[in-house]
């Protein structure tokens, strides 16, 4: 079994139909997104729209839930700012992003044990908190725990990492699946996760849980000159070119 999962596209279209375009080479048998598909650039409609079309399984993100608060009038298209992002998305779209789930738990029963794959954008516990990968130990097996989950997946960050916390005889892990259309970690590729579970994995032998980040190249500065030629601020086009 193998599991794409990916969030914060940020609506960001080249980088998301080069990121599917990738999927397809790969084929994975199950996807999943975790969030945070608009914000940041001007293609939210679209993107958002693609996704509902493919039938993606998607988290709401907290910058999803900000087109809640969002009064949109003809003046504040014409207004510059990071809303500026916000208000491009049409009433039917803020209707999907608003109604969205937080959390997915996938349950898997193998070689008689019984563990869960639990997907969040931010932590289990909120949607704004970050998971970061030198985040106290014992505070994430808290949360874990709280949430019953054996592998916890989530994004938020835009910082790929895996991390294996081993408790008694049994693994945790914990995976970012860093950012389709923004990441941070100073590499300006794309970046997703694809999770492969075999017949023999379970959680007493981390290495039966292959976990693979997934770079891609796009054209970010067609993504880059779409924000400039926007009433967005221009150092959103710079983070996307430095990935920060």
Excluded at 90 to 102: F, G, H, I, K, W
Aim: hydrophobic share 35%; glycine share 6%; net charge negative.
């Amino acid at each position: 079994m193998r599991i794409a999962l990916f969030s914060d596209i940020h609506a960001n279209l080249p980088a998301f139909e080069a990121m599917l375009a990738d999927l397809e080479n790969r084929k994975p048998d199950a996807v999943y997104c975790l969030g945070d598909l608009v914000g940041y650039n001007v293609w939210p409609n679209e993107v958002t729209e693609i996704l509902r079309r493919r039938g993606i399984a998607t988290l709401a993100g907290n910058h999803d839930l900000k087109v809640q608060k969002m009064v949109t009038t003809s003046g504040s298209l014409k207004e510059g700012g990071k809303n500026y992002a916000y208000h491009l998305v049409s009433p039917e779209n803020r209707d999907y992003l608003l109604t969205l789930p937080r959390h997915i738990r996938l349950e898997y029963r193998l070689n008689h044990d019984t563990w869960n794959i639990v997907l969040a954008h931010g932590s289990t516990r909120s949607i704004d908190e970050y998971v970061l990968e030198d985040l106290d130990e014992s505070y994430v097996l808290g949360m874990m725990a709280e949430a019953k989950a054996d592998i916890l997946c989530v994004g938020h960050s835009h910082k790929p990492y895996h991390r294996i916390i081993r408790q008694g005889d049994t693994d945790k892990h914990v995976i970012n699946t860093g950012s389709v259309g923004k990441p941070k970690d100073g590499n300006p590729m794309g970046c997703y996760v694809m999770v492969t579970i075999h017949q023999d994995s379970n959680l007493t032998a981390k290495e039966t849980i292959e976990i693979e980040f997934c770079r891609f190249a796009y054209d970010v500065e067609q993504a880059a000159k779409a924000i400039e030629d926007s009433p967005l601020p221009d150092e959103f086009a710079d983070r996307l070119r430095k990935a920060y």
